[in-house]
T-cell receptor
Framework: LAKTTQPISMDSYEGQEVNITCSHN???????ITWYQQFPSQGPRFIIQ???TKVTNEVASLFIPADRKSSTLSLPRVSLSDTAVYYC????????????FGGGTRVLVKP | GAVVSQHPSRVICKSGTSVKIECRSL??????MFWYRQFPKQSLMLMAT?????????EQGVEKDKFLINHASLTLSTLTVTSAHPEDSSFYIC??????????????FGPGTRLLVL
């Protein structure tokens, strides 16, 4: 399983854009990149998933360079409710394949 | 999107008793379910992988006789913590993966179960 490295924590302010970069140097050909958000005492919530280039949904954007050795989650105009831990996971999305959670990035949005 | 539920959401029990936690996929069939444990301020740690109709696969260091997993149907998996002790107090989270094809995301997570063993 590909190992991921993320910053431990990030601070931001309301209305700003938050970018979290994840390194995954040994990503495999079949691996997808998935980001989850977790609030205290809740299960992780799916944010976005991608394989290459750029993916955008109503919540976030995911930028993946051509070599796929890293990815950046972009949260536009964050609010206080975006304060959470964000996990970057890399793995084959075929059902049944386990994921390994790294330490995640603790994002604190200040007023 | 796909919904995964867990029951109970919190449980307090005495040391030595057994506790059962249910994980259900509400609107999709889950061929595989995963059980995680999370201690305060730490990341999720995978305990085991369960496939419907077969024995669970446990991660290294997880006692299979202590954490009994049953995945009897495509929508239900249960985790039983047998003879629970205070060190088993933790946040237990399940996730479910679909049979593939329709749902893009890899795993859907339940809301978690907070276990406190006195």
């Amino acid at each position: 399983l590909a190992k991921t490295t993320q910053p431990i924590s990030m601070d931001s302010y309301e209305g700003q854009e938050v970018n979290i970069t994840c390194s995954h140097n040994n990503i495999a050909t079949n691996d997808y990149i998935t980001w989850y958000q977790q609030f205290p005492s809740q299960g992780p919530r799916f944010i976005i998933q991608g394989y290459k280039t750029k993916v955008t949904n109503e919540v976030a954007s995911l930028f993946i360079p051509a070599d796929r050795k890293s990815s950046t989650l972009s949260l536009p105009r964050v609010s206080l409710s975006d304060t959470a831990v964000y996990y970057c996971l890399v793995g084959d999305i075929a059902a049944g394949n386990k994921l390994t959670f790294g330490g995640g990035t603790r994002v604190l949005v200040k007023p | 999107g796909a919904v995964v539920s867990q029951h109970p959401s919190r449980v307090i029990c005495k040391s030595g008793t057994s506790v059962k936690i249910e994980c259900r996929s509400l609107d999709f069939q889950a061929t595989t379910m995963f059980w995680y444990r999370q201690f305060p301020k730490q990341s999720l740690m995978l305990m085991a992988t369960s496939n419907e109709g077969s024995k669970a696969t446990y991660e290294q260091g997880v006692e299979k006789d202590k954490f009994l997993i049953n995945h009897a149907s495509l929508t239900l998996s249960t985790l039983t913590v047998t003879s629970a002790h205070p060190e088993d107090s933790s946040f237990y989270i399940c996730s479910a993966a679909s049979a593939g094809g329709i749902i893009q995301e890899t795993q859907y997570f339940g809301p978690g179960t907070r276990l406190l063993v006195l």
